[in-house]
């Protein structure tokens, strides 16, 4: 996710807004199907991203980026179209937006992008970040959707683009399709390193590099630069004779646990969500706390995971323990939670093989501090509202956005209070929404097979109706935390006479 640039009396280093990654193989889930998973952490609590819908370009454009740097880049001709969620400041650039953070493709093909990382000094020195010209995060899925026909295919285009343009900062993107996930991290200016993610595991991060060993004769599961390895040998930064086994985090990435003026973002800011996430669906790795960041890459979840535990990973902020910052309003809380309230968006990608197109992916999509909103799906091949698509950095009465920023901007006033209210609320109209789910979803499957238009109306229908029942709860309970807010303040300034 996006970034400022701190400077400290010792050095300069970026600090991270921050993201949270999950992915689980199609063999870990409940139902069969992929998820991937990120909370887009941005920096100012006022900045929507819109939800909208490219149509197929049959003439190509020139791409460039317009907020991180001067990236630019040539899509060719005869583009796909594809969904994505823009910057609201950006959506008049050329190709309708940058930042484009997640979306799928029509060829069925998904990108989350980025997971913000960040290489070593050591890294750095030899093969520096190309801060002005290479590719970053606002760029990757805004020019590799159109294209890409495969999960494999988005990792190669990236890398060849890491390869031969360079880096101009460090990220992870996770590639999905109907048959596989992969997760790609880059290093320096020029390195990268891509691992399949098991059928039956999953993955999860928090701002840090966490690809490990490799075994890059395995070409299935394996894709990297061609000197990854080689690089590293040649500039000091491994030595096979005394390191062991190449690990790329430990080779490329920064880890750092004995300097916290500047590395203190690694032990407070990034190991306890890993360590929270990997406790929760594995829980058995509590009884072997990481002090040191080398955390298992992939892990077997203790029980099959559903789009609903994916969601509460998303949403958790250490509730029930005492690293729960909201429920102390402690804001100077040591650890940083996975929730937090200047999250721009939240999204679950649910990739099934055996559906209908139109409703095989499914993007949940949750707005604002994911702790106070609930997951809405839209399905691929729904026409999305209107008021998904709008917005800017002033309150509004129409956009989604601001509807539920506004609720959130009030239970926070006092979360120990209003934070159940929101959250049983939300709770109660998720599991409606499941249940409607799956009877649209058999009803589609019936009509789609002959009348594809009769099964599109039912589609746009069931979206509008979801999103109806999603707005009245907001509103109801916005009045219900405002009501309560009324009456405070009229006891506290009644002022009654004699």
Known sequence: ?????????????????????????????????????????????????????????????????????????????????????????????????????????????????????????????????????????????????????????????????????????????????SKEAWYLENAGGHQWLAVRVPDNAYFVSGNQSRLGEVDLKDSKNYLASPNLITFAEQNGLYNPKTDGKFNFHKVYGKNDTTNPSIYKNDITYNYQRVISLQGKYTPSTLKHPVSNGDFAVFLKPEHKLSVADVESGLQSYYQGTSMDPYTSQNPQSKYRPIAVFRTQQSHVMQVREKLPAPIANVAYINLGMTALSVYVPFYQGAIIPDYYQIGGDKADDTSAFWKFRKLQTLAMQNFPKYAPIVQSGFAELNQQITKQQKDFEKQYVKIYVKDPKAAQQLLNNFTNQTQQQVFSEVDKLTNQIITDMTNQVNTLYHFEGA
């Open 1 to 177: 996710m996006k970034k400022i640039v701190l400077v400290l009396s010792l050095a300069s280093v970026a600090s991270s807004f921050a993201c949270t990654t999950i992915i689980v193989g199609k063999n870990a889930t409940t139902d069969g199907s992929i998820l991937v998973a990120r909370n887009d952490d941005g920096g100012s609590a006022n900045s929507p991203s819109h939800l909208i819908y490219h149509q197929p370009r049959a003439k190509g454009y020139l791409f460039s980026s317009v907020e991180e740097n001067k990236y630019s880049y040539q899509l060719p001709d005869n583009l796909m179209g594809y969904t994505g969620m823009p910057d609201w400041g950006t959506r008049n650039t050329p190709g309708g937006g940058t930042f484009e953070e997640v979306g799928f493709n029509d060829a069925g093909v998904g990108i989350s992008a980025t997971e913000t990382i960040f290489s070593n000094p050591q890294t750095l020195k030899v093969d520096p970040y190309l801060d002005e010209s290479g590719i970053v995060e606002e760029a990757i899925p805004s020019i590799l959707l159109p294209q890409i026909k495969s999960a494999r295919q988005g990792v190669e285009m990236l890398g060849k683009i890491i390869e031969t343009t360079g880096s101009g900062e460090g990220f992870g993107v996770v590639f999905v399709d």
